[in-house]
């Protein structure tokens, strides 16, 4: 049994992974502008920013992931989504400069992108991200 995910790059959909952890993480820094509205603020340690589109199949298999993680993490874990299919969300995809969705990208209090990851991220993959960037249930 093979499953076959497609991700969406802005333009076109290109063939993905399999079933699993699938696409590329990069622990190097991008390039590309934090969103100020996305830096945590307050108690907030981390902001865990998902853009997507509500309509892209391993986005829709995210939701879940960022529900938990908002639920367990509260009041730590600042959660964003940006739907980069809609005319509001796609200043966001640019801004970051992602090439494929989903993307995470995990933004320290100082506004700094600590990690970035492509395509469908597990919730033990992204506690991990919490855990490495010092941010506990």
């Not at 959660?79 to 494929?100: A, L, N």
Request: contains cysteine; proline residues 3%.
């Amino acid at each position: 049994f093979l499953t076959v995910v497609y991700f969406y790059v802005i333009g076109k959909s290109e063939a993905g992974c399999g079933s699993g952890l699938c696409g590329s993480f990069d622990t190097a820094k991008s390039n590309s502008t934090v969103s100020q509205s996305d830096v945590p603020t307050g108690n907030y340690q981390t902001a865990f920013v998902e853009l997507g589109s509500v309509n892209c199949i391993p986005c829709k298999q995210m939701k879940s992931v960022m529900e938990a993680i908002e639920k367990e993490y509260a009041g730590k874990v600042k959660v964003v989504f940006h739907d980069v299919w809609t005319k509001e969300g796609k200043p966001y995809g640019e801004q970051y400069g992602i090439r494929v969705i989903p993307t995470q990208v995990f933004i320290d209090k100082n506004g700094k992108e600590i990690f970035r990851h492509e395509g469908y991220l597990s919730k033990e993959a992204v506690e991990k991200v919490l855990s490495d960037a010092g941010v506990q249930k």
